[in-house]
Nanobody
Framework: QVQLVESGGGLVQPGGTLRLSCAAS????????MGWYRQAPGKQRELVAE???????SYADSVLGRFTISRDNAKKTVFLQMNSLQPEDTAVYYC??????????????WGQGTQVTVSS
């Protein structure tokens, strides 16, 4: 069984910073791409940032230059450093990973979500 567990969300003032972490555990043979999505109230879930197994990154235009995604392959963990946070960044943030378990095939896994609230 594979699990993704997020941490690091919370309440922060505009202009503040937060760092999200997501650790994968369980019967894992390999992890391909890892990413962060977010869903604000009344809106669709959207991709925030993604990092491939080789370390290539991509970002939503709305966070480019403010957010940085990184990963520690040895610890099976992906991070999202969020700087210059704005109220429009308020959302539930979900970790996503493409993981090969002992079944021998890759499939998508999701974390349970962590709330990020940006407010004064």
């Amino acid at each position: 069984q594979v699990q993704l567990v997020e941490s690091g969300g919370g309440l922060v003032q505009p202009g503040g910073t937060l760092r999200l972490s997501c650790a994968a555990s369980g019967s894992i043979l390999s992890i391909s791409s890892m990413g962060w999505y977010r869903q604000a109230p009344g809106k669709q879930r959207e991709l925030v940032a993604e990092i491939t197994g080789g370390g290539s990154t991509s970002y939503a235009d709305s966070v480019l230059g403010r957010f940085t995604i990184s990963r520690d392959n040895a610890k099976k963990t992906v991070f999202l450093q969020m700087n210059s946070l704005q109220p429009e960044d308020t959302a539930v943030y979900y970790c996503n990973a493409d993981i090969m378990s002992f079944s021998g095939t890759y499939r998508d896994y999701w974390g349970q979500g962590t709330q990020v609230t940006v407010s004064s």
